[in-house]
């Protein structure tokens, strides 16, 4: 982690302050749903609560990437037809996309930054799925996937100039956009974010997950291990673009624990296709509703 100075600190916290709160209703459905004894209608009552989720969801499960042979038109048939955790993770991604700005003086691509999160979130979902234990729940993973890169949302918002002159650098020496981020700003992207997950009042490990997902990957923490490598896969198949191109090569511990380097990792997994087109039918979809 680097050291920032007071003023630093200070400018950082002033610009995490400034971005919106996320909505209580889904941090409502993660409690829910990590209780063994939750019952759908539940999620379902949580959901319909919010007219704004509920047309989202709607609007994407009819929309022709699900092909349903009938219309979905109330959320507990989408819960009957997708499950509970497909929803659950949804109504996150809406959430996420609420608290995005529309536009930012930096340039940052949102709708691609917003494709690259939901790819890598789901990917990072897969990895768990497959090479998981099953001692980690996959929607942690997901979680992580959606909201590893939200630092840098803050900083295209808050501190464009200073973005604006790391993603050219970044481009210019092809250094990782966190490491240009350091030496143009005083700290990256994977610090502001952790501090803005910890102001949602997401679980501390999400938070240390969130910070440190650039470095001190812990091959014994499975969603570090499972959001370091589906970072990777998203940057080197180009499933969206989070304003970086350097694909990081793994370390020995974790190709051991996958069984390969990325590209023995690709190839075990098949094709992806369906993983970015699912990402940007919802992230579309959601910009429409």
Known sequence: MTETSTELTKKLSAA?????AFPKSVQRILELTRDSNCQPKELVM???KDPVMTMKLLRILNSAYYSFPQKITSVN???????INTVKNMALSFAAMGVLPAQNAAGFDIQRYLTHSLATASMARMLCQKFGAGDTDPTDCY????LHDFGKVVFAQFMP?????ALA???EQGISLHIAEQQTIGADHSIVGAMLVEKWQFPQSLTDTIRYHHSDISPENMVQCC???ANQISKKLSMGDSGNHVVEALSPELIQRFGGDIDDII?????LAKIVEEAQTVAQGSQEA
């Open 267 to 271: 190839a075990r997994l098949g094709d």
């Open 46 to 48: 949580v959901i319909e």
């Open 161 to 165: 100039a200073e973005f604006k002159e």
């Open 16 to 20: 995490v302050e400034k971005m919106p």
């Open 227 to 229: 959001l370091f490598v």
């Open 143 to 146: 979680i992580a996937g959606l």
């Open 77 to 83: 048939q989408s819960v009957v037809y997708l499950g």
């Open 169 to 171: 650098l970044s481009a």
